[in-house]
Every structure is written in structure tokens, then in C-alpha cells.
């Protein structure tokens, strides 16, 4: 694929210390000559320092407005100007790992569907699965698709796709908000499973408030999208 029909979106708040590590797998090994764009969502650190010195676009507000509302601002910055044939959206601690993201867009450009979702190999680290079992059952609800891994911020996208999606749901109700949206403008869902890590959360306070927030947005958007849907 030549370099130009091909940007990416990474998602990231507070990432300093994966952010650089991320983008330099992206720019090396997935997808040499692509464009790169940072989605800070607000960072406190130096984030947005890390992706400028490691040759990244960033698109912020610079101020917190969640993970959605970010993605959605840095999309609508690339198509605006740039008229990528796929778009790759993944998320700034995948740090190594990123390098194996490659058949996400590979999948989209041969034709085998408009959105392709990667799928985590390994589980790592996480609570005990009720966010991720509540956004499956919505998108079975809202969506009439069933799929595993609704909250992956893994995703490859044709511009066409990107366009019908946009604007992402709020915060972190945006991954299920995106499947849905998808599903019902009647595009080719594929998971592909991918040998990918990041920075997990664990079983601690800081990780189960984490869980929480994106608990409450995943059933926010799940209401918003039944609501619609009735």
C-alpha cells in the first residue's frame, strides 16, 4: 500500500512513557511513510512533546474532553485536509506491540470489510469483564451484531467507513458507540486476533475507578443508541 493513501490516529492522555516507544513501531515497522496523528486528550505530561519529537501531527484542545471527543477532533482535522484510503486507530500504550497492526489496514484494503477490529491474543491484566460483557450485549441489542471485542481501540477503517461512524460517542462509550454506528450503516465488520499489549489497569482502586468510567459510558451510549433505535 503506498504510504500516502494510509494515516493513523493515536489515541492518548498521559502516555509519555509508551507514546514514543508506539509511534516508533507505527512510523519503522507497521506502516512506514504514514501519516501519524496524536489525539491528546488533555495530557498533564509530555505527551504532546513526545509525539512532535517522534514526527507526530498533534490534534488537542488542551483540555480534557474524553477519549471520543479527541478521536473525533483529530479525524475530522485529517479528512479535512488529507484524503487517506484508510484510516488506523489505535490507542498510544500498545508501545512495541504496535508493529503488529499492520493486517488491520491490510484487511480493509483488500476489499474483505470496511471496518476491521483487532482483537487482543493475550488478555492482559483487567478487571473481571463486566465492561466488556455489558458492551457485547449492546451491541447485540443496538447493533444486531455479535462480537468479542467491542471495546478494542485497535481499528482499521476505509475514509468512507471513518466518515459514516464520525462523530465517535463520548469518552469511552466511543469504541461501542463506533461498532454499533457501523453495524447499523450496514458495513463489513471483521475481528482479526492480533498478538497485542498495553498498559494495563490491574485489580487496583485506581484501575476498578477507571473500569467504572468506562462502565457508565459504555451504558450511556448504549442507551443513546437504543433510544435512537426505538
Known amino acids: 500500500m503506498a504510504t500516502a493513501e494510509l494515516a493513523v490516529i493515536v489515541c492518548a492522555r498521559d502516555e509519555e512513557e509508551r507514546l514514543g516507544t508506539t509511534l516508533d513501531a507505527l512510523r519503522r515497522v507497521a506502516f512506514p511513510g504514514a501519516r501519524l496523528l496524536v489525539a491528546d486528550d488533555g495530557s498533564r505530561d509530555a505527551t504532546a512533546s513526545v509525539a512532535l519529537q517522534h514526527g507526530a501531527q498533534v490534534v488537542s484542545t488542551g483540555r480534557p474532553i474524553g477519549k471520543g471527543g479527541a478521536a473525533t477532533l483529530a479525524a475530522r482535522t485529517l479528512l479535512e485536509d488529507h484524503d487517506p484510503a484508510i484510516v488506523v486507530l489505535c490507542d498510544g500504550d500498545l508501545g ?40 457485547r450485549a449492546i451491541v447485540r ?18 475514509a468512507d467507513a471513518l466518515r459514516a461512524v464520525l462523530p465517535f460517542a463520548p469518552r469511552f462509550g466511543m469504541e461501542t458507540g463506533m461498532t454499533i454506528d457501523a453495524a447499523r450503516a450496514g458495513l463489513r465488520i471483521r475481528e482479526i486476533e492480533l498478538d497485542l499489549e498495553h498498559r494495563a489497569t490491574g485489580r487496583t482502586l485506581r484501575g476498578f475507578a477507571h473500569r467504572a468510567r468506562q462502565l457508565a459510558d459504555i451504558l450511556a451510549v448504549g442507551a443513546a443508541r437504543v433510544r435512537s433505535r426505538a
Do not use: M, N, W, Y
Request: proline share 3%; aromatic share 4%; hydrophobic share 45%.
Open 141 to 158: 441489542r443496538a447493533g444486531g451484531l455479535r462480537v468479542e471485542a467491542p471495546l478494542s481501540g485497535q481499528r482499521a477503517l476505509s
Open 96 to 135: 512495541t506491540s504496535a508493529a503488529r497492526l499492520a493486517p488491520l489496514a491490510q484487511t480493509v484494503r483488500d476489499g474483505r470489510c470496511d471496518v476491521a477490529i483487532g482483537a487482543f491474543a493475550r488478555r492482559v491484566g483487567g478487571g473481571f469483564g463486566l465492561a466488556l460483557s455489558t458492551s
